[in-house]
C-alpha cells in the first residue's frame, strides 16, 4: 500500500527548533518528488516545496525562503521539514505529498500523509 | 510567480444542483491545473490533473475544463458528501500555487 505517514503534533515555543518527519511506504522513494504543504488554521492550503530524495534537489517557495528546510535519509525512506527558530506565524498543519510526476500526463500530488500540526506558543 | 485566482470564495447549494467554479492563473499555464477537495478536519484529495482528466475513483459528476489561464470544475448533482472545500493548484512552474480555496455549502 502506498502510504505516507507523518509524525505526531507538536507545541513549541517561539525560538525553538523543530523537525517534523514523512515516512514513505509502497512506491520508490528515492525516485519519487516529495511534497509540503502548509495550512494556517482557518486558511488555504500553501505550497511550501518539493525535495527529490535522489540527490536532494529542492525547489522551495520564495514566500518561504529560508524559513524552513526539507531534506531526507534514503536510508529511512523518510523525508523531513525543519526550523531553526520557530515564530507564532508557522503555527500550521504542515502536509506531505507524493508528487506524481509523468512527463506531459500528470504533476500532482496524488497521495498525502495525514498531516502534523504544529503549534508554536509562548 | 504565477498567481492563482480561484472565485468564488464561497457558495450556498442544494443536494442535486449543479455548481461550477472557476480558477484564473496569471499568465498561460496551458493544461497544468489541478483540483483537489478537502472535507473539514481531512486530508486533501486529488480530484482533477491535467485540467480535465479525473484521478482514479473520481465520480464522474467532477469535471474540469478550460486551458490557458482559465479553468473550471464543475460539479454536476451534487451529493451531501461534496459539500467541502476545493482548491486549484497550478504544475507549470514551480512554486505550485494553491487557489484560495472555494467552500461549498449547503443551502
Known amino acids: ?122 | 510567480d504565477i498567481q492563482v485566482t480561484q472565485s468564488p470564495s464561497s457558495l450556498s447549494a442544494s443536494v442535486g444542483d449543479t455548481v461550477t467554479i472557476s480558477c484564473r492563473t496569471s499568465e498561460s499555464i496551458t493544461r497544468h491545473l489541478n483540483w483537489y477537495q478537502q472535507t473539514p478536519g481531512k486530508v486533501p484529495k486529488l480530484l482533477i490533473y491535467l485540467a480535465t482528466t479525473l484521478q482514479n475513483g473520481v465520480p464522474s459528476r467532477f469535471a474540469g475544463g478550460g486551458s490557458g489561464t482559465d479553468f473550471t470544475l464543475t460539479i454536476s448533482g451534487l451529493q451531501p458528501e461534496d459539500f467541502a472545500t476545493y482548491y486549484c493548484q497550478h504544475s507549470y512552474t514551480t512554486p505550485h500555487s494553491f487557489g484560495q480555496g472555494t467552500k461549498v455549502e449547503i443551502k
Open chain 1, 1 to 122: 500500500e502506498v502510504q505516507l505517514v507523518q509524525s505526531g503534533a507538536e507545541v513549541k515555543k517561539p525560538g525553538e527548533s523543530l523537525k517534523i518527519s514523512c515516512k514513505a511506504s509502497g512506491f520508490s522513494f528515492a525516485t519519487t518528488w516529495i511534497g509540503w504543504v502548509r495550512q494556517r488554521p482557518g486558511k488555504g492550503l500553501e505550497w511550501v516545496g518539493i525535495i527529490y530524495p535522489r540527490d536532494s534537489d529542492t525547489r522551495d517557495s520564495p514566500a518561504l525562503q529560508g524559513q524552513v528546510t526539507m531534506s531526507v535519509d534514503k536510508s529511512l525512506n523518510t523525508a523531513y521539514l525543519q526550523w531553526g527558530s520557530l515564530e507564532a506565524s508557522d503555527s500550521a498543519t504542515y502536509f506531505c505529498a507524493r508528487r506524481r510526476l509523468e512527463m506531459a500526463t500528470i504533476d500532482a500530488f496524488d497521495v498525502w500523509g495525514q498531516g502534523t500540526m504544529v503549534t508554536v506558543s509562548s
